[in-house]
C-alpha cells in the first residue's frame, strides 16, 4: 500500500505472485554453461551416437556372447586407463605404461610356467613387478623432479628392451608349457554371474579409486597437486611422497593388467603392450574432454575408454588395417585437444554473454511522499554525529547489546565492537573471514551474522565464529546446483527461536550484487534456520532481490524487504506456505534494511533514489542487456545513491516520516538504522562511519533487545 492508501488487514492485502520456475533460454545456456558436468556430457553423447550407430549397422554386436568376448578382452587395458588416469590427475604423464604391461605380462608368464609358483603367488608378485616400474617413475619424476614426459620415455624405452631381452630368452619355452590351474584359467576366461571375472575386477578397481578421489585425504591430495602444485605445497600436502605414491599406485595397477592378459592369453609377442600408452590416452583425452591435470573422473575416463575401443574394434571388424586404426585414434586425439582448448578458451566468454539474463521488470509508481520528499524540508541527517570517522569500512548493519555497545561488519571481514558510552574506542570483536551483513541478537544475546558468500553464522563471544548454515535444499527448477547460500543479506529471529534470513541472489556474489538489480529477475529466496533441528529449508523461492528482514512486534509476521521491487512483503508466520502479501509498495527509492521502532511502527533504509529514466530502463531488457555489454560498469545507469534516506512507517506501513541528508553529506547509502534508548544509528555499506542521531520524543528506555526478548 502507498503512503495516502487507507488502513487496511495485512491478511487482506493482495498477495505477492512468486513463479515456480525462472526459465528463459539464455538462462538455460548460461546455467549449462556453467555446470562442470557439461564437459563430461560430450563424451557421453559421443559413446551413445556410436552405440547407436553399431546397433543400426552391426548385426548381433550387442549379442550377449559378443558383449562377453568384449568386455573380457577389454577389461585389463581399461585398468591401464585408470593408471595413466591417476598420474594424469597429479599433473603427470606415464608413457612407460605400454612397456610396464608388457614386462607384467612376461613375468606372469614366467613364473607361472617356467617357476611354477602357484598363481595367488604370481599375482601379487605381478602387481610388485608393475609398482616397482612406478616406484621408478615416481622417483624420477616426484624425489629428483625431472620432466615427466623425458623420464617415462626413457622408462619405456628400457622396459622395452628388457622386455624383447626376456621373450627371447623365454617365450619359446613359457609356449611349449602345457601346465593347468584352475585359478589361473578363473582370472583368464571364467565368467561370475555370467560376466567375465576380469570385468568384475575392473569394476572393483574403478569403484575403489572413485571413492578413494572423492572421500580419500591421498586422493584430494592427489587432486590438489594436479590442480595447484604450489597452492598445495603452501597448504602443507608433501608433493614429492604423494607424486611417488601416485606413481608407484599406477604401476601397480598396471601390473593387475598384465596378470589377466596372461592369464587369458597365456602367451606374449613382440607387439605385446606396444602403443598401448597411446591407446589409453586417447581415450582419457576423449573421456575428459582434453589432458585435465587435477581431475579425476573414473566415470569420465571409463565412458571415453569404452568409445575408443568400440570405435577400433568395429573398424577393425569391418576390414579396416591396423595402421589405418592407429591413424584414426591419432586423428581422434588431436582433433579432441584442438577443440579442448579452443572451448576452454572461449568458455569464459560465451558464458559472460550469456549469463546476464534481463528481465522486463515493472514498478509500482513512487508514492507521493509530499513535504517528507527529499529536498522538501529539513535536512534532519545533518544533524548526525559522526562516529568512528574513516575508522571502519563498510558497516552494512549496526546493532547495540544490553551494555550499549554497538556492533559492526566490515569490508575485510571483521565484526568490530565500537564501546559505550561515546564509541571512541573500538576493537575487533571476531574475525569471520567473510562479508558480514546483518546482525540480530538472540535470546542469549548471542550474536548470529550473515555473511555473504559463506551462510549464516553465531559469534557467541569474542574471536568464536560458529557456522548455523551454508546450504539448503537443492531448488528441483533449476539446473544450476543451488544448495549453496551465496549472498546470505540480512536476518531475523522469530519468538520461537527459528531464524528467518535472506539470500538475496543465488546466481551472483557479494562483488556483482549490483548486476542481480540489473538484470531484473527473481533470483532471491527467503530462508529459515531452525536450531533446534539444525534444519535449512527455503521458506520462499524466486524473490526480486529479498534484502531487509523484521519480525513484527506481535511476533506474528516476518516483513521482508524486496529491494529491486523497491517494496516491503509481509508472511505470515503460522501460514508460511501462503506466500508473502503487499505491505507496502511503489517506495520513492530502493530499500535495504527494516527494523522495529519504539513506537510499533518500523524504521527503513533507502539505499538510493528511484528516477523516471531507471524505472523506463527496468521496463526494457534488450537496453539493459546491451548497457551491460558496451559500457563500462562505472558508467551504467543507475539508482541515486547520494541521497542517503530513512523512512519511518506505521504499523500497517503507513509512511509517517522521513529522514534525508543533504546531496553533499556524509551519510550516503544507507543500507540498516537501528533505534536504540532514543537514539537513531546509521549505517552505510559503501560508508566508512556511522551516524548517530537523537530522536525527539522517542522513549529514552526502549533497546530493540528488549523489545525482542524481554527480561
Not at 183 to 189: K, L, S, T, Y
Not at 264 to 288: I, K, P, W, Y
Request: charged content about 20%; some cysteine.
Amino acid at each position: 500500500m502507498s503512503s495516502a492508501d487507507a488502513p487496511q488487514s495485512i491478511s487482506a492485502r493482495p498477495r505477492v505472485s512468486t513463479p515456480l520456475a525462472v526459465v528463459s533460454f539464455r538462462r538455460i545456456v548460461s546455467d549449462l554453461l556453467n555446470r562442470n558436468w557439461i564437459e563430461g556430457a560430450v563424451p557421453f553423447v559421443a559413446f551413445f551416437g556410436l552405440l547407436a550407430i553399431l546397433l543400426l549397422t552391426t548385426d548381433g554386436y550387442f549379442s550377449p556372447s559378443n558383449l562377453g568376448t568384449l568386455a573380457r578382452y577389454s577389461s585389463d587395458v581399461a585398468i591401464v586407463l585408470l593408471a595413466m588416469l591417476l598420474v594424469v590427475a597429479i599433473g603427470g604423464i606415464d608413457l612407460s605404461v605400454g612397456s610396464n604391461y608388457a614386462v607384467c605380462v612376461l613375468a606372469s608368464l614366467y613364473l607361472f610356467h617356467i617357476v611354477e609358483l602357484p598363481t595367488w603367488l604370481v599375482l601379487p608378485l605381478s602387481v610388485l613387478c608393475g609398482a616397482a616400474v612406478g616406484l621408478l617413475n615416481g622417483f624420477l619424476t616426484g624425489v629428483l623432479g625431472c620432466g615427466a614426459l623425458l623420464a617415462t620415455l626413457g622408462t619405456m624405452i628400457t622396459f622395452r628392451a628388457l622386455f624383447v631381452i626376456g621373450s627371447q630368452a623365454s617365450l619359446v619355452e613359457i609356449s611349449t608349457s602345457f601346465r593347468g590351474d584352475a585359478i589361473w584359467d578363473f582370472f583368464g576366461f571364467d565368467d561370475l554371474f555370467g560376466v567375465p571375472v576380469s570385468f568384475w575386477i575392473l569394476a572393483v578397481v574403478a569403484i575403489v579409486l572413485h571413492l578413494m578421489f572423492r572421500h580419500s585425504r591421498f586422493g584430494w591430495h592427489i587432486l590438489a597437486v594436479g590442480g595447484n602444485r604450489k597452492a598445495a605445497r603452501h597448504a602443507g600436502v608433501p608433493i614429492k611422497r604423494v607424486i611417488l605414491l601416485t606413481y608407484v599406485l599406477a604401476g601397480a595397477l598396471v601390473g593387475l593388467a598384465g596378470f589377466l592378459y596372461a592369464a587369458r592369453e597365456n602367451s606374449a609377442g613382440s607387439d605385446t603392450g606396444l602403443g598401448l600408452e597411446f591407446f589409453v590416452l586417447t581415450g582419457l583425452v576423449v573421456g575428459l574432454g582434453g589432458f585435465v591435470p587435477g581431475r579425476g573422473s573414473v566415470f569420465n575416463a571409463l565412458i571415453g575408454f569404452a568409445t575408443i575401443y568400440l570405435l577400433s574394434n568395429s573398424l577393425r571388424n569391418a576390414g579396416f588395417r591396423g595402421d589405418f586404426v592407429q591413424a584414426a585414434m591419432g586423428l581422434i586425439l588431436v582433433a579432441v585437444l584442438a577443440l579442448d582448448t579452443k572451448y576452454r578458451k572461449e568458455r569464459h566468454r560465451l558464458l559472460a554473454r550469456a549469463y546476464l539474463d534481463p528481465a522486463r521488470l515493472t514498478l509500482a509508481p513512487a508514492m507521493d511522499l509530499a513535504d517528507l520528499a527529499p529536498g522538501r524540508g529539513a535536512n534532519k541527517l545533518a544533524d548526525a554525529t559522526i562516529l568512528a570517522g574513516g575508522r571502519i569500512d563498510g558497516p552494512e548493519d549496526v546493532i547495540l547489546d544490553r551494555d550499549d555497545n554497538l556492533y559492526c561488519g566490515t569490508r575485510d571481514g571483521r565484526i568490530m565492537r565500537l564501546l559505550a558510552p561515546d564509541y571512541t574506542r573500538i576493537e575487533t570483536f571476531a574475525k569471520t573471514g567473510g562479508r558480514p551483513l546483518g546482525m540480530a541478537f538472540d535470546a542469549e544475546d548471542r550474536l548470529v551474522v550473515c555473511i555473504a558468500g559463506m551462510g549464516l553464522y553465531r559469534i557467541p563471544g569474542p574471536n568464536r565464529v560458529e557456522r548455523l548454515a551454508s546450504q539448503t535444499r537443492r531448488s528441483w527448477t533449476s539446473l544450476e546446483d543451488d544448495r549453496a547460500i551465496r549472498m546470505a543479506d540480512d536476518l531475523d529471529i522469530a519468538p520461537d527461536g527459528r531464524i528467518f534470513f535472506s539470500d538475496a541472489t543465488k546466481r551472483y556474489e557479494m562483488e556483482t550484487w549490483a548486476v542481480d538489480l540489473l538484470e531484473g529477475r527473481p533470483n532471491g529466496r527467503l530462508l529459515c534456520h531452525d536450531p533446534r533441528t539444525g534444519a535449512t529449508t527455503t521458506v520462499c523461492d524466486h524473490l526480486h532481490f529479498p534484502n531487509g528482514v523484521c519480525v513484527s512486534h506481535d511476533g506474528r509476521r516476518l516483513l521482508v524487504v524486496s529491494t529491486a521491487q523497491c517494496s516491503v512483503m509481509s508472511f505470515d508466520l503460522d501460514r508460511l506456505d501462503e506466500g508473502p502479501r503487499e505491505f507496502i509498495t511503489g517506495l520513492p527509492g530502493y530499500p535495504d534494511n527494516i527494523n522495529r521502532a519504539s513506537d510499533g511502527g518500523y524504521w527503513i533504509a533507502l539505499a538510493g533514489m528511484r528516477s523516471p529514466a531507471l524505472d523506463l530502463a527496468m521496463r526494457e531488457p534488450g537496453l539493459r542487456h546491451r548497457m551491460a555489454k558496451r559500457v563500462p560498469p562505472t558508467n551504467w545507469l543507475f539508482a541515486n545513491l547520494n541521497i542517503g534516506g530513512v523512512l519511518k512507517c506505521s504499523a500497517d506501513g503507513r509512511i509517517e516520516d522521513s529522514y534525508w541528508d543533504a546531496p553533499d553529506g556524509p551519510l550516503y547509502m544507507i543500507t540498516s538504522m537501528r533505534e536504540h534508548r532514543g537514539e537513531l544509528f546509521l549505517a552505510g555499506v559503501s560508508n566508512d562511519k556511522i551516524g548517530r542521531l537523537k530522536l525527539p520524543g522517542a522513549d529514552s528506555r526502549w533497546t530493540s533487545n528488549d523489545s525482542y526478548w524481554p527480561r
